[in-house]
């Protein structure tokens, strides 16, 4: 490996550690657990269907653990990429350095806005809608977070492998759960059942349906930015700790609903290019507070499987853009009349209310 590249590895690694240190607490039991196996994995260069003897990734965590300890008060550090350093969100200094080297350098916010770091292999570079696209490959260093894709200002990361991961996870569902709807049906697009065997063959099958699927996670990126800068700072501002985890995690539910239902973002991707099985993976991951927001989007999945209608689909996406449009002006609103106050309001009148209606 290029000497650079090594004394880089190791410095963003720190800062992976630093980061899930001060954050890994935003996880469930359940979710840490998986996201700490998939993390020794990758660690330890092991594939996703092998077997992790239990007192090895026991003695693992309690290591990790113990580590996170020691550094969660520290500070991320600056970065040496030949000779000259740099701030660990510069990245673009950082990938105009790396340039010719093969290798992409990835950096930004994810839920409860934990810090996400990632160094990788460059896949290919684009321009796209007036942002610079980077889509990646193997991952040489990551963090617990797992994100298809990232924006940070004009840049977005598109990770094959932190996807290929998320659909290898689906893939167990499906086949340990016998899973009969939109899941089993985003596969079947690809030539993927239940019955087929957990292997480097289905594994590498996996990475190229990814790479297939990276362009829908773009869009929701190019979504979000656009839908983002319309919003304005007050929403910002809102999300810079004014409100509570439970009204931050619904008001991040609109948010996403309102980036993936825009002009620019990817249902509008997938539909324009009738893309089955993108369809069937956003459906598939659809729950918790988005469904709530718009349960016509699960309603919808038995008429398509029978008619294909993707004029429907366009249909649902306008009603879904409006709602979420109307939730975020509501939002905003509240936040306007109360200031720190507002999760409180922002819960009983718009959450609960859409509780109540189940």
């Known amino acids: 490996m290029d000497p650079d590249i090594e004394v880089l590895s190791a410095q963003v690694k720190v800062n992976c550690d630093i980061s899930d240190a001060r954050f890994w607490g935003t996880y469930s039991i359940c979710g840490l657990l998986l996201r700490l196996r998939e993390l020794f994995s990758h660690e330890n260069g092991m594939r996703p269907w092998q077997e992790i003897p239990q007192e090895v990734i026991s003695e693992w965590i309690a290591a990790k653990e113990n580590l996170w300890r020691e550094i969660e008060e520290r500070e991320f550090v600056d970065l040496m990429v030949e000779e000259t350093s740099f701030p660990p969100f510069e990245i673009e200094g950082i990938n105009h350095v790396l340039k010719g080297k093969g290798m992409v350098y990835g950096a930004g916010l994810g839920i409860l806005k934990k810090p996400s770091f990632f160094l990788a292999e460059l896949l290919h570079r684009e321009s796209l809608c007036g942002y610079e696209v980077n889509v990646s490959g193997r991952e040489l260093v990551r963090d617990l977070s797992s994100h298809p894709a990232m924006l940070l200002g004009k840049t977005i990361f598109a990770r094959r492998d932190a996807l290929a991961a998320i659909l290898w996870s689906k893939f167990e569902e499906m086949r340990l759960k016998k899973y009969k709807g939109s899941l089993l049906y985003a596969f079947s697009q690809y030539g993927i059942a239940p019955q087929c065997e957990p292997d480097e063959a289905l594994y590498i099958r996996l990475l190229q349906i990814a790479e297939a699927e990276i362009p829908a996670y773009i869009h929701h ?86 008619k294909e209608d993707w004029l429907l689909v366009e249909k649902i996406r306008k009603e879904g853009y409006g709602k979420a449009h109307e939730l975020a002006s509501s939002v905003l609103s509240i936040f306007h009349r109360q200031g720190e106050g507002a999760s409180e309001v922002i819960e009983k009148e718009l959450l609960e209310k859409l509780l109540a209606r189940q």
């Open 221 to 306: 990126e190019i979504g979000e930015a656009r839908e983002g800068m319309m919003l304005g700072e007050q929403w910002r501002q809102m999300l810079s700790g004014h409100l509570s985890r439970r009204a931050e995690l619904f008001v991040r539910s609109i948010k996403d609903l309102l980036s993936d239902m825009s002009e620019s973002g990817m249902l509008k991707y997938v539909i324009e290019h009738t893309r089955r099985g993108s369809l069937g993976f956003y459906l598939s991951s659809l729950g918790g507070l988005r469904t709530l927001i718009l349960p016509q989007m699960q309603e919808l999945f038995p008429d398509f499987i029978e």
